[in-house]
């Protein structure tokens, strides 16, 4: 039961957080929002592949938990408490990216798109410029909580990796294509957790926390 009730979680997320999000843009708006393919950059298409191994990994592993049993994982055990925290951190996450994704609207992308968008700066992202990035961290530390052994781990730190190097990119992207707005509202908004990864800001005069 506790394994399907994972494996239940991780589709819903995949659904809510991707799946929904892409067809609503898509259909609200006339654009396909999964732009790493439209990205010249091999990296950013590496990138791309990462994302969607990521998913895969995490859905064929809590399948394989079903299918051939927890010990083949090598899961160690965990307190009953290590568990709910990590049941919390799935619906936090969960809920801090479906909301996330709602407030940017028309310009949520999954990867770089080379077509302008509007600049989100209310609600969740008055708080952290990347919630979405925030919230699948969450999810996926929740997911340790539950499932915990070293690849799960080693997703986590793999998967934090590949966001730091990807929001590097985004703000640079987003510096160039909204100018002293951008710089402005990443001078005073943390990265990814508040007021931590604030970026300098010239007109400011001194320097704010560095780049995440």
Do not use: K
Request: aromatic letters at 12%; charged letters at 10%; proline letters at 5%.
């Amino acid at each position: 039961m506790h394994d399907a009730l994972i494996l239940t979680t991780v589709f819903a997320y995949v659904a809510a957080a991707f799946v929904w999000p892409t067809l609503r843009v898509w259909r609200r708006h006339g654009v396909w929002p999964v732009v790493f393919s439209r990205e010249a950059a091999p990296a950013q298409r590496m990138l791309g592949r990462f994302t969607g191994a990521l998913f895969v990994v995490i859905v064929g592993a809590s399948v394989g938990r079903i299918v051939l049993g927890s010990d083949r994982f090598g899961i160690w055990s965990a307190p009953p408490a290590f568990h709910w925290f990590g049941w919390l951190l799935l619906a936090s996450g969960t809920l801090l990216t479906v909301v996330a994704q709602r407030q940017m609207g028309a310009s949520w992308r999954v990867g770089i798109d080379d077509r302008p968008t509007d600049l989100v700066t209310g609600g969740v992202f008055q708080v952290v410029r990347n919630p979405i990035f925030t919230g699948l961290m969450i999810f996926l530390a929740g997911y340790a909580c539950l499932t915990p052994a070293w690849w799960s781990l080693a997703l986590w730190v793999g998967t934090a990796a590949g966001l730091r190097v990807q929001v590097a990119w985004e703000e640079q992207h987003l510096g160039v294509l909204h100018g002293a707005t951008y710089l402005a509202y990443a001078a005073r908004v943390g990265r990814l957790v508040p007021w931590i990864g604030r970026l300098h800001s010239p007109a400011r005069g001194s320097e704010t926390h560095g780049h995440s």
